[in-house]
């Protein structure tokens, strides 16, 4: 557009009103520039006067254009982002060109206030630049603002399980995982852990609840508050023990037990063995005793493994032997030793012989049933150890006199004496001339020779204190 003042008119004379009415001019292009050539055409006069004159041309053209460059306005347009740790923006540029004009658009960097999630965050765009073939026409802004949002990351929380030896409940132990960004500051816990049951196997079911997220960067995640993973409970290592329990010895080697464990307080289990057996049959303190064949079952059996075998001790008592004694008869001999049989009632097939020191009677006289006492009973043989004999014992048996001896063939002398019992010595016919000879008490008639009847005759009335017998 130019004004009337942008062009000259030669040969108007002075007072008349002639002026160029027509004042668009176009340029050569549309460019920013000064001392552009603007061309007129179509020229026309106006003014009072105007009809007085022709012009000499209807175009012309002169280096009298300026193009001023245009104020662009640049604007952005933030993009909503999911957190990733950084204040790194997303924008849109936008502009209030000229429609038609060609411009490239760019920015040296768009940066949130923070890397923090939050809506309608503060965006500063900044190093704006314009290009593009109608760039030139153009001053514009370098920086601009806008906002968007930085959305919570969503966090996954993983949960890897551990594995554990039975013990009774179904308390697991995990460790937490998460696909936080890089460098971010997260603490993570669980409320409980919990396998499926409580019993052995592999790969349990586990289920982590409770799943809380704190720490610096926490308010930039949203998460999961359950995860599953999987672990193993491993079979507990049952200790069966034995305490063996002392027996009477009783020819073979066979033990009684009662066993125990160190099971998880409250688990039902039964604990049996197949044999248990002492080194040998024979008696002995702290003897080894060796279980095997041990067996647990019951509802808590699978959560076990265990030992077959085992071994302790126990005592294998001496077994009382109860030694009897039969008296022998014997004929008067003089003395008090007595002869006897000893008999027991040791196990079949056990060897042992019965020995003993002495057997008395308790005198040397005549008599029926006479007590007898056997001392220094003891065993001999290969299971006489096994053994623990009463070491007296008792028994009865006969004294029974000596034969009469053959009377002398010499006639008899009345008179006959009768010679009672309490004219004996303890029972013994006492005749130191002929003999000592011992006789069961009762009558007896004296056969003397005739040379004896002086001294007979003379003793016959003695007491019996005196003398030798009469």
């Not at 340029?27 to 050539?37: A, L, R």
């Amino acid at each position: 557009t130019l004004a009337g003042s942008n062009f000259s008119l030669a040969s108007v004379l002075a007072g008349d009103n002639v002026f160029i009415s027509n004042t668009s001019g176009i340029y050569t292009n549309k460019n920013v520039g000064s001392g552009k050539n603007v061309t007129v055409s179509g020229l026309t006069l106006g003014g009072a006067q105007s009809a007085n004159y022709t012009l000499s041309t209807t175009t012309i053209s002169n280096l009298i254009g300026t193009i001023l460059q245009r104020s662009l306005t640049v604007g952005a347009v933030g993009i909503d982002k999911i957190y990733d740790g950084n204040d790194i923006a997303s924008v849109t540029l936008n502009d209030d060109r000229v429609l038609g004009d060609v411009l490239n658009l760019t920015f040296g960097s768009a940066l949130f206030n923070n890397k923090n999630a939050g809506t309608n965050k503060p965006i500063t765009v900044s190093g704006i630049n314009v290009t593009g073939t109608d760039a030139g026409n153009y001053s514009f802004n370098t920086t601009t603002t806008t906002d968007a949002d930085i959305l919570q990351r969503s966090l996954t929380v993983g949960a890897v399980g551990i594995d554990k030896i039975y013990d009774g409940n179904d308390i697991a132990s995990v460790t937490l995982n998460d696909d936080r960004v890089l460098g971010d500051v997260l603490n993570l816990t669980f409320g409980s852990a919990l396998f499926n049951n409580k019993n052995a196997g592999t790969n349990k079911p586990i289920t982590v609840s409770g799943i809380n997220v704190t720490g610096t960067d926490a308010g930039n995640y949203s998460f999961n508050t359950t995860a599953t993973t999987d672990a193993d409970i491993l079979q507990r290592s049952l200790t069966v023990g034995a305490v063996g329990i002392d027996k009477i010895y009783d020819g073979n080697d066979v033990a009684s037990v009662t066993l125990n464990d160190d099971r998880v307080l409250g688990d039902v289990l039964n604990l049996t063995f197949g044999s248990a057996l002492f080194n040998n049959k024979n008696a002995g303190t702290n003897k080894p005793i060796t279980e095997s064949g041990i067996n647990v079952t019951g509802t808590d059996a699978g959560n076990y493994s265990f030992n077959t075998t085992t071994t302790t001790d126990a005592d294998i008592l001496q077994r009382s032997l109860t030694v009897g004694a039969v008296g022998v008869d014997k004929v008067f001999d003089g003395t008090t030793t007595a002869q006897i049989n000893l008999n027991d009632n040791r196990l079949t097939g056990d060897d042992i012989t019965t020995n003993f020191a002495a057997a008395n009677f308790n005198d040397a006289l005549v008599g029926n049933n006479k007590p007898i006492t056997v001392s220094g009973i003891f065993l001999t043989g290969t299971d006489a150890g096994n053994y623990a004999p009463n070491v007296t014992a008792s028994a009865i048996a006969n004294i029974l006199g000596l034969p009469a001896p053959p009377a002398p063939n010499i006639p008899v002398l009345p008179p006959t004496v009768v010679w009672t019992s309490q004219n004996q010595l303890g029972g013994v016919l006492f005749l130191p001339e002929d003999g000592v000879y011992a006789t069961p008490s009762g009558s007896y008639t004296l056969v003397y020779l005739p040379r004896e009847a002086p001294e007979m005759n003379r003793r016959r009335n003695k007491p019996v204190s005196e003398g030798r017998g009469f």
